[in-house]
Structures are given as structure tokens and as C-alpha cells.
């Protein structure tokens, strides 16, 4: 989505959705082999806030999440948007934005 659109991402860690129990999960090194080879492909890429600590990393490169359903949309469409998504029953997140900057690229922030 960043390379194509010539943009970089930001993303809020803390904004994500997490599963009850993921977390401890994850602490515990019940993590697909997957999330691995997922992280050393982002590696060029990414870049972690100090506040993403190594659970919220594995999660956010978990092999097993769908990035197929993010959306991005212009902010002026933003509201309309979020109004039509809660209007079918679909709970939508706000996760990070697109910003000038080396495209391809995404700043995770938070924790």
C-alpha cells in the first residue's frame, strides 16, 4: 500500500485490536514460525518507536492476521466512512495514517 501509493505509514501500536489472551500468548513463545520470516522481510522497512516492546512486534508481524483488511481512505471521507462501516455492524479501528516520506516505509509508534 505505501510503495504503491508513493507514501510511508505511520502506525499506532496501541490503536491495534488485540485478542484477549494474545499478549500472554506471545509472552509465553506460542508464536507461528511464520511471524518470523514475516519480521526479517519487514526488517528494511520498519522502524519501532522504543515503546513497541518484542510482544507487540511479533504480534503486529503475526503470520496468521489478514492485512487485507486494512483501509485507507482521504480524510475528508473519514467520517463518512466510519459512520457506514458501524451502520452494517463492522467494528473498524483507526490504526495509523499515510505521510510523506520514503515510500514503502512504516514508523510504528506506541506500545
Do not use: C
Not at 490503536?15 to 511471524?35: F, N, Y
Request: net charge negative.
Amino acid at each position: 500500500m505505501t510503495r504503491g501509493s508513493e507514501l510511508a505509514a505511520v502506525v499506532q501500536a496501541a490503536s491495534v485490536p488485540v485478542l484477549p489472551g494474545v499478549r500472554e500468548l506471545v509472552a509465553e513463545g506460542v508464536v507461528p514460525g511464520g511471524t518470523w520470516t514475516n519480521a526479517e522481510f519487514i526488517a528494511p522497512y520498519v522502524s519501532w518507536s522504543g515503546a513497541v516492546d518484542e510482544e507487540m512486534k511479533a504480534i503486529l508481524a503475526d503470520a496468521q492476521t489478514s492485512g487485507g483488511l486494512l483501509i485507507a481512505v482521504e480524510k475528508n471521507r473519514y467520517e463518512h466512512l466510519m459512520r457506514e462501516l458501524e451502520a452494517r455492524g463492522v467494528e473498524a479501528h483507526v490504526v495509523g495514517s499515510l505521510v510523506t516520506g520514503a515510500p514503502g516505509t512504516i514508523s510504528v509508534e506506541g506500545g
